[in-house]
């Protein structure tokens, strides 16, 4: 393990302060020792590739967990492929396509690992992990091995019911017999399709919020005037405006506070309350 480990500058934001301890297990069953051992007050937070985290500038409380390559396996079993949390969504896609299992190319369009896809049921170009999803292996916060169903988990839009202090371990999704070049097609059309809309090449979370029912958020942020917008070093994305972006100099208190006034202000013109979907960790201000 280490002390006050610099893990805002593993986030795609490349902002936040440290964590109190930073732990990098070597396999399930000493992450289930560590859990089972850890007293139950002490926070246990889990890391994955941080794209869709942002790290207040306090840093994080507590143990954060960040999952080695040995929780990122990946095999195929027919029509079901079975993947470790660390996995990440765009190699498991990969995977999926040289199997010439279809079903599974939207993760391709998904900026993260499958531990972090199921506990958020990640989405993207009209499929979501509710729609593929066998089961989940999680520990639980006392470190007991438990397997849940999709309907175990009561997926709704961009939310699982996790037990609490819960993580993810691996997953089994299931997808359907298809053909390697249509897969291949789809999966280029989703990459390109990103590359046009989204600013792939930025210090950004990623979707800062949910899309509200029947209606798409970047298009409630342009209308409230907020294309472009900027606090500090911190600023909503010209390109794509559910994008906050780190311009360089940036804090995760301007990042979190220039997404709040965006919120403010799309209230303010269309009555819509946006809700977060970047999860903001850790204490707010310098003060470790």
């Known amino acids: 393990y280490e002390v006050g480990a610099d893990i805002g ?12 301890v930073l732990l990098r297990p070597k396999d399930v069953d000493d992450l ?12 246990v937070t889990v890391l994955g590739v941080g794209s869709n985290l942002l790290v207040r500038d306090g840093g994080v409380a507590g143990v954060v967990v960040r999952l080695p390559k040995s929780f990122a396996g990946i095999a195929v079993d027919g029509l079901r492929l079975h993947a470790g949390a660390a996995a990440l969504d765009i190699t498991v896609a990969a995977k999926a396509r040289d199997a010439s299992l279809a079903g599974l190319e939207f993760l391709r369009g998904i900026p993260g690992t499958i531990g972090g896809a199921v506990a958020m049921n990640a989405g993207a ?13 999680i520990l639980t916060r006392q470190g007991a091995r438990q397997r849940l169903s999709a309907g175990d988990l009561a ?4 939310q699982a019911r996790l037990p609490e202090g819960a993580i993810v371990i691996a997953a089994t999704l299931r997808g359907r017999r298809g ?3 249509a897969i291949a097609a789809e999966m280029q059309r989703i990459a390109a399709e990103r590359e046009q809309s989204q600013p792939l090449r930025t210090r950004t979370g990623g979707s800062t919020f949910k899309n509200p029912p029947g209606a798409k958020a970047w298009a409630l942020i342009d209308a409230a005037g907020c294309r472009g917008l900027a606090r500090g070093g911190a600023q909503v994305s010209e390109k794509h405006c559910n994008f906050l972006i780190n311009t360089g100099s940036a804090s995760a208190e301007d990042l979190e506070m220039l997404g ?5 202000r799309v209230a303010a013109q269309s009555g819509v309350t946006l809700e977060w ?3 903001r ?8």
Do not use: K, Q
């Not at 709040?260 to 403010?264: K, Q, S």
């Open 179 to 181: 053909r390697y070049a």
């Open 9 to 20: 500058a593993m986030t795609w934001f490349r902002v936040g302060g440290p964590a109190d």
């Open 32 to 43: 289930a020792a560590f859990l089972a051992g850890c007293p139950i007050d002490i926070p």
């Open 155 to 158: 997926f709704a839009y961009r």
């Open 281 to 288: 960790i850790g204490r707010r201000g310098g003060n470790a």
């Open 260 to 264: 709040e006034t965006v919120r403010a």
């Open 277 to 279: 979907e970047i999860r």
């Open 125 to 137: 170009y009209g499929c979501e992990i509710a729609d593929v999803l066998e089961s989940a292996e």
